[in-house]
């Protein structure tokens, strides 16, 4: 069975880092990109980045809004994405959701796997 | 305001169909695959259609979508009270500043 456990959300105050983790089982992790997607509380989804699976260069591509502030990571021996979010501001306030990209769909919006979501509270 | 436009709600009865719009541009929905995502009350969203019109194993046929131009429709057939949730649209978008986008949601309403 494919899970996938977002941690390490909570409370930071604007300015500072935090840093997401999410832990997969149930597929070869190596295999997949892996993205991230938030939400605002009471507001809609929004697509953070993503992270391409070794085999397809491991880059990195993200939303202009977190461009030059967060990172994604990949530790394929752990089976764990990160998301190292810098320079936070009340505004990256949401639950972050880890998704697994379906393997072979030829687009990077394809999610078929989520985790159940980490919230981030970014307030002073 | 989000890339992608979509109503903020619709609502209809049980066994009724509803669609539900998603307008973007030549440089998001025109171009690239579209994706419809359900989010049910206090759950992570679930992936509807894949690809403008494909469904994932599992997902009932009651739900649909079609694509024309820049334009996108998710369909609900002999709609249910469990149907009650967000829907959203995505698309990724090849302009400058593109990226994944989404709608802003809709929620339908099962009255």
């Known amino acids: 069975e494919v899970q996938l456990v977002e941690s390490g959300g909570g409370l930071v105050q604007p300015g500072r880092s935090l840093r997401l983790s999410c832990t997969a089982s149930?597929?070869?992790?190596?295999?997949?990109?892996m993205s991230w997607v938030r939400q605002a509380p009471g507001k809609g989804l929004e697509w953070v980045g993503f992270?391409?699976?070794?085999?397809?260069?491991?880059?990195?591509e993200y939303a202009a809004s977190v461009k030059g502030r967060f990172t994604i990571s990949r530790d394929d021996s752990k089976s764990i994405a990160y998301l190292q979010m810098n320079s936070l501001k009340t505004e990256d306030t949401a639950v972050y959701y880890c998704?697994?990209?379906?393997?072979?769909?030829?687009?990077?919006?394809?999610?078929?796997?989520w985790g159940q979501g980490t919230l981030v509270t970014v307030s002073s | 305001q989000s890339v992608l436009t979509q109503p903020p709600s619709a609502s209809g009865t049980p066994g009724q169909r509803v669609t539900i719009s998603c307008s973007g541009s030549?440089?998001?929905?025109?171009?690239?695959?579209v994706y419809w995502y359900q989010q049910l009350p206090g759950t992570a969203p679930k992936l509807l259609i894949y690809r403008n019109n494909q469904r994932p194993s599992g997902v009932p046929d009651r739900f649909s979508g079609s694509k024309s131009g820049t334009s996108a429709s998710l369909a609900i057939s002999g709609l249910r009270s469990e149907d009650e949730a967000d829907y959203y649209c995505?698309?990724?978008?090849?302009?400058?500043?593109?990226?994944?986008?989404f709608g802003g949601g809709t929620k339908l309403t099962v009255l």
């Open positions: 998704t697994r990209v379906s393997y072979g769909s030829g687009s990077y919006l394809d999610f078929d796997y």
């Open positions: 149930g597929f070869t992790f190596g295999d997949y990109a």
């Open positions: 992270i391409r699976s070794k085999a397809y260069g491991g880059t990195t």
């Open positions: 995505a698309a990724w978008d090849d302009s400058l500043s593109g990226g994944g986008v």
């Open positions: 030549s440089s998001n929905i025109g171009s690239n695959y």
